[in-house]
C-alpha cells in the first residue's frame, strides 16, 4: 500500500512539475496508471504519429484515428491506426528475410528471400481499404470485450508488392487446397518462443484475388515497421486481420486454417441475426469475411464552431 501511494504521489508530482498545476483527479488513478505523456518512448515519435491519434492501448500497442484525420484521399502513415496482438519484431535483418510456403496442399515447400520476390515477380500496387474487424466495438449495446474502437480503425493507402496468386502458383498449389494461413515474427505477449500472438488466413478465392498482395511498400515508401516491414500481407476489404504483418511464412491448407484466433469466437459473427447480448453456440458463428461498407464524416470537425465574424460575413456574402 505505501508503495502504491508512493508512486500515486511520485507520478502526481511530476504531471504537477511539467504543466504547473495540481493533476485533477490524481487520487482517483488507477493502481499502476502512468499517464501517457510519462510513458517511455513516446508512441506518437516511435511510429511516426500526428499527435491527436488516439492510444488504447501499449501491451500490445494499438492506436486509431479520429474521423477528421482520415480525410486524405490517401492515407498517410502519421494517420494510419496500429492494431497489434504481440510483440512488434525488434530486430529485422532484411538481407536474411526468407518467406517459406508449406502445406498439406502444396506440392514441396518453397522458400523465398526478400530480393527473389521483388525480382522474380512482377509488382503491382493497388490502393485498398483496411479495416479492423472491432472498428466501431465502442458503441456495442451491451458493450463486448476488446480494444474499445471507436470509428477510427480504418485506413486506405496505397500498397506496393507482388500478388500473392503468383507466389502460391510458383509453389504449386493442389487441388486439395482450402484455405491459406499466415505465420509472422511478432512475439506473443509472454515471450514464448511456442505461442503465436495471431495466426489467420483466407480461403483460396481470397488468397488467388488479383489485389491480394504480399506488399513491401506502402505510399511508395518501406512500409514502417509497426505495419509490418519488411513485408505482409494486404487482403482488402476484408477484416485487417487477415493482411498479417512481418510475414515469413504461409501454409496452403486443406482445410480451413486452425492458428491462433481462427478456432471458437474469435473474428467470428452469429451466422443469423440474433438479439443484442444473446449467447450464440460456436458452431453457429461464422467467420468474419467481406466487410459491409460504412461512411463516416471527416469534414466538417466534430464540434467545429464557427466564429461569429466569420459567420456574419457569410451571410452578408462577403
Not at 501517457?36 to 492501448?57: A, I, S, T, W, Y
Not at 496500429?82 to 538481407?95: A, M, Y
Not at 508488392?161 to 499466415?182: M, P, Q, T
Not at 444473446?278 to 466534430?302: A, F, H, R, W
Request: net charge positive; glycine share 8%; with cysteine.
Amino acid at each position: 500500500m505505501r508503495r502504491r501511494n508512493f508512486l500515486k504521489k511520485t507520478v502526481s508530482a511530476t504531471m504537477v512539475g511539467i504543466i504547473g498545476a495540481e493533476l485533477v483527479f490524481s487520487a482517483t488513478m488507477p493502481e499502476g496508471y502512468i499517464p501517457l505523456g510519462l510513458q517511455e518512448p513516446d508512441p506518437f515519435k516511435m511510429f511516426n504519429k500526428d499527435p491527436e491519434m488516439v492510444v488504447l492501448n501499449n501491451k500490445p500497442w494499438n492506436m486509431e484515428a479520429q474521423a477528421h484525420l482520415l480525410d486524405d484521399k490517401i492515407t498517410p502513415n502519421k494517420y494510419m491506426f496500429i492494431r497489434n496482438n504481440g510483440i512488434i519484431p525488434e530486430k529485422v535483418d532484411v538481407s536474411g528475410w526468407t518467406l517459406t510456403i508449406d502445406g498439406e496442399s502444396v506440392g514441396e515447400k518453397r522458400t523465398y528471400a526478400l530480393a527473389d520476390l521483388k525480382s522474380k515477380f512482377k509488382q503491382y500496387t493497388y490502393q485498398l481499404t483496411l479495416e479492423c474487424g472491432g472498428n466501431g466495438r465502442s458503441e456495442f449495446d451491451p458493450p463486448a470485450k476488446g480494444n474499445q474502437w471507436t470509428i477510427g480503425a480504418v485506413s486506405c493507402a496505397k500498397w506496393t508488392g507482388v500478388r500473392l496468386r503468383d507466389v502460391l502458383e510458383d509453389a504449386g498449389i493442389k487441388d486439395s487446397a482450402v484455405y491459406i494461413g499466415y505465420h509472422a515474427a511478432d512475439s506473443h505477449l509472454s515471450r514464448d518462443p511456442k505461442k503465436e500472438p495471431i495466426s489467420r488466413g483466407a480461403p483460396m478465392a481470397k488468397a488467388l484475388q488479383d489485389e491480394t498482395l504480399l506488399a513491401f511498400q506502402m505510399n511508395e515508401q518501406d512500409i514502417p515497421l509497426v505495419h509490418g516491414y519488411p513485408i505482409r500481407l494486404v487482403a482488402g476489404g476484408w477484416p485487417a486481420s487477415v493482411s498479417g504483418k512481418w510475414i515469413t511464412r504461409i501454409s496452403i491448407r486443406n482445410k480451413v486454417h486452425d492458428g491462433t484466433k481462427m478456432t471458437g469466437t474469435a473474428y467470428r459473427v452469429p451466422c443469423n441475426p440474433v438479439a443484442p447480448g444473446e449467447k450464440v453456440k460456436d458452431e453457429d458463428m461464422c467467420i468474419i469475411e467481406s466487410m459491409p461498407v460504412k461512411s463516416l464524416i471527416t469534414y466538417p470537425k466534430t464540434n467545429l464552431r464557427r466564429k461569429k465574424t466569420e459567420y456574419t460575413r457569410s451571410c452578408m456574402g462577403g
